[in-house]
């Protein structure tokens, strides 16, 4: 039987820091105007539930869909439960569907309190979250996966948190969705990095593949200067979100490491770094635009 602590790993914790970050950003931009009150709260608690449950969703899926396909059958990251023969395909399916039922029970109450427009957001969220390693035509496996991460784990989680408290989107609320989608695609490429030589035998055409080792190198790097970028745009509203500029600095160890990683192990850990910097960053620029 597949243990807890493998279902865990499954989960794979290290990316959840991409489902908690843009939720966070969105409540402390919501939070400028209107009360955080126990309505507040409990909005907000569910657009966490949605977005951690959506990761988890999507990584699950991810694992049945590439342990199916032999693409998992040679790869040399953190352990993948169908391509491990640690669990079932039906199994981790199950988990994966499981997984979305939890973030559609928590997305339904949203659409309860704002509008029923929110079913046909979540619908496209799982769809999205399907199809993008499941299906015939998995997009994932056309290089489009930073896309998703962006649209999906930046914009839209930021600014459907801010939406959900405010039930409006403003300027300020997709800027920081920016922040946010930029932090994420960063620990995708990562992570399609580490995976670039078994993904090309594998015929999974991620941009990794596309791009090459060294041009992906540069994007990660970029995705922090476009983070960046953004911030400075948000200072102009709000001038204390420039805080996010010092968390950036937790970048660094990661940038150095995968500039200079010559093996897979060495980008397992620059993965852990990534996630970690994420999540300074998301603090960082979360209390300065709370507290300007």
């Known amino acids: 039987m ?20 843009p939720v966070a950003i969105g409540a402390c931009v919501a939070s400028r105007s209107v009360d955080v009150d126990a309505e ?18 999507v990584n699950f899926a991810n694992d049945y869909s590439d342990g199916i396909r032999g693409t998992d059958a040679r790869r040399s990251g953190p352990m993948r439960l169908v391509g491990s023969g640690v ?9 994966a569907f499981l997984s979305f039922g939890v973030a559609a029970v928590a997305g339904l109450f949203l659409a309860s309190q704002t509008t029923w427009w929110l079913i046909a957001v979540g619908l496209a ?22 896309v998703f991460v962006f649209v999906f784990f930046g914009l839209l989680a930021t600014a459907g948190t801010s939406y959900v408290t405010t039930e409006e989107v403003s300027l300020l609320a997709v800027v ?14 990562v992570n399609n990095i580490r995976d670039i030589e ?8 991620t941009l990794a593949v596309r791009l090459g080792n060294a041009r992906s190198r540069t994007l990660y790097s970029g995705c922090y200067v476009a983070a960046g970028t953004m911030m400075l745009l948000a200072a102009r509203e709000v001038p204390l979100a420039l805080l996010g500029l ?21 980008l397992v850990s620059a993965l852990g770094m990534t996630s ?12 300065g635009i709370l507290l300007g």
């Open 276 to 287: 970690r910097a994420q999540l300074v960053v998301g603090l960082l620029y979360s209390t």
């Open 125 to 146: 969220s799982i769809v999205a979250a399907w199809t993008y390693t499941g299906g015939p035509r998995p997009y994932g496996y056309a290089g489009l996966g930073e």
């Open 198 to 205: 078994n993904d090309r035998l594998s015929g999974k055409m």
């Open 87 to 95: 669990a079932s395909a039906a199994a981790v399916k199950n988990a």
């Open 2 to 21: 597949t243990s807890v602590a493998q279902w865990v790993s499954g989960a794979r914790p290290r990316t959840l820091s991409a489902a908690v970050v």
């Open 40 to 57: 507040f709260a409990s909005r907000t608690a569910a657009a966490l539930i949605v977005s951690i449950a959506l990761q988890i969703a």
């Open 246 to 266: 010092v968390g950036l600095l937790a970048s660094l160890p990661a940038v150095s490491t995968v500039r200079t990683a010559s093996s897979p192990r060495d």
């Open 176 to 189: 920081s969705g920016a922040v946010s989608g930029f932090l994420s695609v960063a620990l995708l490429v």
